[in-house]
């Protein structure tokens, strides 16, 4: 592998041995000294150009724990400031001396332009509505672990699906891993076309609930437009939030995921996000593990070690 930009296209294999290696950094993370020295002497650079909390932090936390150096780019206090291009941006970190960067933009694209001016490992963070590919693989981790394989699983993936890269990641890496994916939302935060999606869709969350395995919560992206799309905060939350009326008809054994930032009172209720069934912590955790192990196999982290 020589970039993670994308899930549309990553074979079954790739997944799994991403997934496996995940677990394998998940029982490192859970050690007395949570650190290994696989990439001792390697320099990571956080290019975050958008707001982020738990990717930024958790890329972070991922190449310490692997014993990389890390160096971080804050936008608002740059030279993006002053007029400096983005290529002339990634080109100047990379004379710093750094191994791989992590981009997340608002443009789609931006991660694979990044890859070319750099000619670096280039991890995709997030580029606009486009693709967010760590967080399939910390899903599809979440996943896993609950419930062993996604084979046969029935997922619906609900809310603001248009402005959504998790959603465009998510799609891909549950189907190749053998489940059944369900989009749930108002015409209006659908996409455009689904042709080419591996998924099915519907505007009748009520009618999927009951039968569903895991329900996936999307934020609505007011920052892409997202909430002038529906007429009011309520009556989205009626039709399409995951309420704890709607958690009390969910199979016994079904979870709840969301990707965070969790907007309680619209997407979700605070009854559902406190639910041991709500598995968004665990999430968290697991996004630590996917990006060790999508670290290590870019920079080619030696397993002996
Ligand atoms: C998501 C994102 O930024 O795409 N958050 C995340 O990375 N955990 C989803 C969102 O912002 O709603």
Redesign the pocket.
């Known amino acids: 592998m020589k970039n993670l930009l994308t899930m549309e296209g990553v074979d079954r294999a790739t997944l799994d041995s991403l997934l496996d290696d995940a677990d394998e950094f998940y029982e490192v993370m859970h050690r007395p000294i949570p650190k290994v020295p696989a990439l001792r002497g390697k320099a990571v650079a956080m290019m975050f150009f958008e707001p982020?909390t738990?990717?930024k932090m958790s890329f972070d936390a991922a190449a310490k724990a692997l014993s990389a150096d890390v160096v971080s780019f804050s936008p608002g206090t740059s030279s993006l400031k002053k007029g400096e291009s983005l290529k002339d941006t990634v080109l100047t970190v990379k004379a710093m001396g750094v191994d791989l960067m992590v981009v997340r933009h608002k443009s789609t694209g931006a991660a694979w332009r990044v890859a070319e001016w750099s000619r670096l490992p280039v991890v995709n963070g997030?580029d606009g509505a486009h693709q967010?590919p760590t967080?399939a693989l910390l899903d599809s981790l979440t996943l896993r672990q609950h419930f062993g394989t996604l084979e046969g699983l029935r997922i619906a993936i609900v809310g603001d699906i248009r402005h959504?890269?998790?959603a465009r990641s998510d799609a891909w890496a549950f189907t190749t891993l053998g489940a059944e994916v369900t989009m749930v939302a108002p015409p209006t935060l659908l996409p455009p076309d689904l042709t080419g999606w591996p998924v099915t869709a519907t505007s009748n969350f009520d009618e999927v609930l009951s039968e569903v395995d895991a329900v996936y919560v999307?934020?609505v992206?007011a920052e892409r437009g997202g909430a002038s799309v529906f007429p009011s905060v309520a009556e989205y939350r009626e039709r399409f939030g995951m309420t704890d009326a709607r958690m009390a008809r969910l199979k016994p054994e079904a979870i709840v995921l969301h990707?965070?930032?969790m907007i309680r009172g619209i997407e979700i209720d605070a009854g559902v996000a406190d639910d041991p069934r709500c598995k968004v912590l665990e999430q968290v955790t697991n996004g630590v593990a996917v990006r060790m192990a999508a670290l290590f196999q870019l920079l080619g982290g030696s397993r002996d070690e």
């Open positions: 982020s738990r990717t997030g967010h967080q959504s890269r998790v999307l934020r992206q990707p965070g930032p």
